[in-house]
């Protein structure tokens, strides 16, 4: 059963039809029993080889030579690095580069794609429609941003929101690798196909990777991948299937 306030929640997001969901209230059943995506094996204990790439390319290593000073195990420093990054053309035209925002501490950290005109404005992830989307998909079972650790794959725009290259997200990776050593959460929620598809080194279609847990290599932390909130503000339908991974993320964050 739904409490009064979570269900608030739903309407507040969008969801309409979250009571035939309800049927299924054990996990991973609920993504398991998702229709609209293809059947995948039973989740018992996947472990999925995920790859966070961590070496500079030997084209950028000149520059990340400007790096070398900054202790990236260092939080403090990290956030110099970020600032002080040139290690591609993209830190040539954002406004603002855009570290990330929450609790270091947090036990989910939630990795986007890049920063849109809103982030690139403030310097925040996640501050423009989808990002108060997000929010309220968070509320729904019970997070709200202190809660949680959230950043992006690129730490810069790219112009006109384009897809990151691969040699942008692998000037950044030294950064996301960094705060994920720092923040060490218990599970990871990647959130849309950049996202899923850069960190798992695995380009399956969204649809497919959500509906397996895998396991960031190294580290062990689960990972979940869901759609992004900028997909569910063009396809509210998809919502329900969010809801499936919120609820199978809130169970692994309880365990
Ligand atoms: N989309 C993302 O992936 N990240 C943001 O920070 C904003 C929008």
């Excluded at 570290?99 to 982030?119: H, R, S, V």
């Amino acid at each position: 059963m739904l409490s009064p306030r979570q269900q608030h929640c739903l309407d507040h997001i969008g969801i309409t039809r979250w009571t035939r969901a309800e049927t299924n209230t054990t996990l991973p059943e609920p993504l398991l029993s998702d229709k609209a995506v293809s059947p995948q094996p039973q989740l018992a204990e996947p472990r999925i080889e995920v790859f966070i790439p961590v070496s500079v390319q030997p084209a950028l290593a000149e520059k990340a030579d400007n790096l070398k000073n900054y202790d990236l195990d260092h939080w403090p420093d990290l956030q110099l690095a970020i600032e002080a990054c040139t290690n591609c053309e993209l830190s040539q035209n954002c406004t603002r580069k855009v570290a990330g925002k929450g609790n270091t501490q947090a036990e989910l950290m939630i990795i986007g794609e890049a920063p849109g005109q809103d982030e690139d404005l403030q310097g925040l992830p996640f501050v423009g429609r989808a990002g108060q989307l997000l929010d309220r998909i968070l509320q729904a079972i019970g997070l709200n941003t202190q809660d949680v650790f959230i950043t992006n794959i690129l730490k810069c725009r790219p112009p006109n929101n384009r897809d990151p290259k691969l040699h942008e997200a692998d000037a950044c990776a030294q950064f996301l690798s960094a705060q994920i050593k720092f923040i060490q959460p218990k599970v990871i929620l990647s959130v849309g196909r950049i996202s899923a598809q850069t960190l798992l080194k695995d380009h399956s279609p969204l649809g497919q990777l959500r509906t397996r847990q895998h396991v960031l290599t190294d580290t062990n932390i689960p990972l979940l991948v869901t759609y992004h909130p900028a997909y569910l503000l063009r396809n509210p339908t998809q919502k329900v299937k969010v809801w499936h991974d919120m609820k199978n993320l809130k169970l692994l964050l309880s365990e």
